[in-house]
């Protein structure tokens, strides 16, 4: 199973970004989906999830301002970011469980800033 992740980039504070994660391979059901970040010098963090049926958590952090959603016949899920913040910064991670197996995609760069 492979997951390519994209849509990382540049932009100024309070703009949006969408990112979007593919996954690909031998798969018969992904099961969670989700978007990690990690910052310089930080932990890697939970940003959103979803689960097949189509519930969603949220950081704290980011609620209000972050959508999770997923095309499950694409195999694909998304992270619609608004109102970002130069916090926001940080490598984006989206991960997948694939029969009980956990797969990381390979990060995208997001970079908030005037």
């Known amino acids: 199973v492979q997951l390519q992740a994209s849509g990382g980039g540049l932009v100024q504070p309070g703009g949006s970004l969408r990112l979007s994660c593919a996954a690909s391979?031998?798969?018969?059901?992904?099961?969670?989906m989700g978007w990690y970040r990690q910052a310089p010098g930080k932990q890697r963090e939970l940003v959103a999830f979803?689960?097949?049926?189509?519930?969603?958590n949220y950081a704290d952090s980011v609620k209000g301002r972050f959508t999770i959603s997923r095309n499950n016949a694409k195999n694909t899920v998304y992270l619609q970011m608004d109102s970002l913040k130069p916090e926001d910064t940080a490598v984006y991670y989206c991960?997948?469980?694939?029969?009980?197996?956990?797969?990381w995609g390979q990060g995208t760069q997001v970079t908030v800033s005037s």
């Open positions: 979803i689960i097949g049926g189509g519930n969603t």
């Open positions: 391979g031998s798969i018969f059901s992904v099961n969670n």
């Open positions: 991960n997948a469980v694939v029969s009980g197996i956990i797969y």
